[in-house]
């Protein structure tokens, strides 16, 4: 099993900046993928950025330039920095890991952009 427990999320004006924080707990596989999704009032759960164990990523067209993805493998961290924020990017963000052959998700922390 294994517990994600997420932090950093808040309220900000509109070209503010949030850093959001998650950390994995319990059996951590070395080979992995970590990463952060979004979800906002009425629409589907998206992709914002991910990051492989040998530190591949990959970010949503929307958020590049402005957002960085990072992990700390000696802490089993990974970090989601957001600058220039939108009122777009008004969402609920969700952590997640994804191991072999599993997917494990966070309990979500609330993100909201004021313009």
């Known amino acids: 099993q294994v517990q994600l427990v997420e932090s950093g999320g808040g309220q900000v004006q509109a070209g503010g900046s949030l850093r959001l924080s998650c950390a994995a707990s319990?059996?951590?596989?070395?080979?992995?993928?970590m990463g952060w999704y979004r979800q906002a009032p009425g629409k589907q759960r998206e992709l914002v950025a991910m990051?492989?164990?040998?530190?591949?990523?990959n970010y949503a067209d929307s958020v590049k330039g402005r957002f960085t993805v990072s992990r700390d493998n000696t802490k089993n961290t990974v970090y989601l920095q957001m600058t220039s924020l939108k009122p777009e990017d008004t969402a609920v963000y969700y952590c997640?890991?994804?191991?072999?052959?599993?997917?494990?998700w966070g309990q979500g922390t609330q993100v909201t952009v004021s313009s």
């Open positions: 997640n890991y994804v191991p072999v052959r599993a997917n494990y």
């Open positions: 319990g059996t951590i596989f070395s080979i992995n993928v």
């Open positions: 990051i492989t164990s040998s530190r591949t990523t």
